[in-house]
């Protein structure tokens, strides 16, 4: 029998997660280490994108519709903001640490 409440792997799994929702990036800031890989997944209705903010930042997600998802693997420590393209006022910082 397993107790109620997230497995261990679940816990684990949204520690890495970015949650689209009500038009905003959850958590806004995810401090992670450097080799890790985060999953944006689009819970709203509209469509929504990962894109990072400024020119020559490594996320370029593709146009997410609801329940799409977009996964990066971040290889060096860093402060990396992003942004929705289509809703600019949808912003996210992921800081990465050695």
């Known amino acids: 029998m397993t107790s109620p409440g997230r497995s261990a792997a679940a816990t684990a799994a949204s520690a890495n997660?970015?949650?689209?929702?009500n038009f905003a990036f959850s958590p806004a800031t995810l401090k992670i280490k450097a080799g890790t890989t985060v999953t944006w997944t689009n819970q709203d209705a509209d469509a929504h994108t990962v894109t990072s903010s400024g020119s020559g930042g490594p996320l370029h997600?593709?146009?997410?519709?609801?329940?799409?998802?977009?996964?990066?693997?971040?290889?060096?420590?860093?402060?990396?903001?992003?942004?929705?393209?289509?809703?600019?006022?949808?912003?996210?910082?992921?800081?990465?640490?050695?």
Do not use: D, N, R
């Open 61 to 98: 997600g593709p146009t997410l519709a609801t329940h799409g998802t977009y996964a990066y693997t971040f290889t060096k420590p860093g402060s990396y903001a992003y942004v929705c393209t289509i809703h600019p006022f949808m912003t996210g910082t992921v800081e990465v640490t050695s």
């Open 17 to 21: 997660a970015v949650a689209i929702k």
